[in-house]
């Protein structure tokens, strides 16, 4: 696609119910991160993919937070047993850069228009 | 250390009017500085960066000022237009870690 996609748009579930989000970065982009943006908060980091490498999972909150991305494609962030403060926009971006920061128009990161997570 | 401060939460200007947002940080090793734009419904959008090799770089209305020694970057709008009324974000990363570091952000509201 053009973009980044996100899936779904929203998601309204019961605290303790596992959800899971879906990312579909640009054609290829070899780097796919994810953030939380809580309200009227920045955005957060998550984890970050590159590649074939480990991702950098240095954001995640909790081990409840798991992502997995297949290759340069699609990624799933999985939020298990959710708790009323995970509530938030989670939001997705992919970027073409292979080397960070050698090249400041690489290092663009795209955003999707995010997933906004309600646990009731 | 890995904060990245902003300000002001808020930020009404008239029509034609001078925008001006602030941002503070601490850890010396950051070596990129974007600002990003989001509207209601939307993901953030890369608006403009600066690497700290430069005290300045405008695109169009929209310039970032850079005080290395301060260790402050700060976004101007001018001519501000009610279609720049949206959250903007300052952020920071370092060569070689992709994640950036964001701001709070900064609600603009350009009144006609």
């Known amino acids: 696609g053009a973009g980044v996609s996100q899936s779904p748009s929203n998601k309204v579930t019961e605290k303790g119910k596992d959800v899971e989000l879906r990312c579909d970065p640009i054609s290829g982009h070899t780097a796919l991160y994810w953030y939380r943006q809580r309200l009227g908060q920045g955005l957060e980091f998550l984890i970050y993919f590159q590649g074939n490498s480990a991702p950098d999972k240095s954001g995640l909150p909790s081990d409840r937070f798991s992502a997995e991305r297949t290759g340069e494609s699609v990624s799933t962030l999985t939020i298990q047993r959710t708790q009323q403060e995970d509530s938030a926009v989670y939001l997705c971006?992919?970027?073409?850069?292979?080397?960070?920061?050698?090249?400041?128009?690489?290092?663009?990161?795209?955003f999707g228009a995010g997933t906004r997570l309600s646990v009731l | 250390q890995q904060q990245v401060k902003q300000s002001p939460q808020s930020l009404i200007v008239q029509k034609g009017g001078i925008s001006i947002i602030n941002c503070a940080y601490e850890n010396t090793a950051f070596d990129y500085f974007p600002w990003y734009q989001q509207f209601p419904g939307k993901g953030p959008a890369l608006l403009i960066a600066i690497r700290p090799d430069v005290s300045e770089k405008k695109e169009g209305r929209f310039t970032i000022s850079f005080n290395k020694s301060a260790k402050q970057f700060s976004l101007h709008i001018m001519d501000s237009q009610p279609g720049d009324s949206a959250t903007y974000f300052c952020?920071?990363?370092?060569?070689?870690?992709?994640?950036?570091?964001f701001g709070t952000g900064t609600r603009l509201l350009v009144s006609p």
């Open positions: 971006a992919s970027s073409s850069s292979t080397r960070p920061g050698t090249h400041i128009g690489k290092n663009i990161q795209y």
């Open positions: 952020a920071a990363s370092t060569t070689g870690f992709q994640k950036l570091v």
